[in-house]
């Protein structure tokens, strides 16, 4: 089948292309490829940690906990991953929202719903990791770009990126 590239991407004309989106599922050996290979220049390290962390919305506090557990990923701010059972869980709506990352696997989602306010699918989790990052199964994240996210009681700056409001 011959394939026209688009014109931002007519360099790649005359060689062989693969259409992640269009693909049932791609592995690497025995394992599944999530969304695009991986970039082996690109890290994901995760630490336990004792810091006291607390997540706030509307004033309210959703989630505290001082055994977070820290993601660290190449050009992305710092994830705190927090057990269910520092989470006020029944302030937690499940979402059908799920997305993929080649470095975590398959996350799904949750809202926050507090009194008439809902923030939609600013919790997520790995609830089945890849392989390689296993000490996230089953903890829960909040997007601290909507969110107030306390460090050792001192607030943090809100990050900017793609998940920004």
Same mark, same amino acid.
């Given at each position: 089948m011959q394939f026209e590239p688009p014109p931002r991407l007519a360099d790649l004309? %005359? &060689?062989v292309t693969f259409a992640w989106g269009q693909m049932d599922a791609w592995y690497e050996? !025995? !394992?599944q490829v999530f @969304? &695009? /290979? $991986? +970039?082996?220049?690109? $890290? @994901? +390290?995760v =630490? /336990?940690?004792?810091? &006291? @962390?607390? =997540? @706030?919305l509307g004033g309210k506090v959703v989630a505290e906990t001082r055994r977070p557990t820290l993601l660290f990923e190449t050009?992305?701010?710092t994830r705190y991953y927090i057990p269910p059972e520092d989470v006020r869980m029944g302030l937690l709506e499940p979402s059908s929202k799920t997305t993929r990352c080649p470095y975590k %696997? =398959? /996350?799904s989602y949750w809202s926050v719903k507090i009194g008439d306010h809902v923030a939609k699918d600013v919790v997520w989790g790995y609830l089945d990791p890849i392989s390689e990052c296993p000490k996230i199964k089953g903890l829960l994240c909040f997007f601290n770009e909507r969110m107030d996210l306390y460090v050792d009681g001192d607030l943090q700056a809100r990050p900017r990126t793609a998940w920004s409001e």
């Open positions: 004309q %005359g &060689h050996e !025995e !394992e @969304v &695009h /290979a $991986r +970039d082996p220049y690109k $890290r @994901v +390290d =630490i /336990a940690s004792s810091r &006291h @962390v607390k =997540i @706030v050009f992305m701010p %696997g =398959i /996350a």
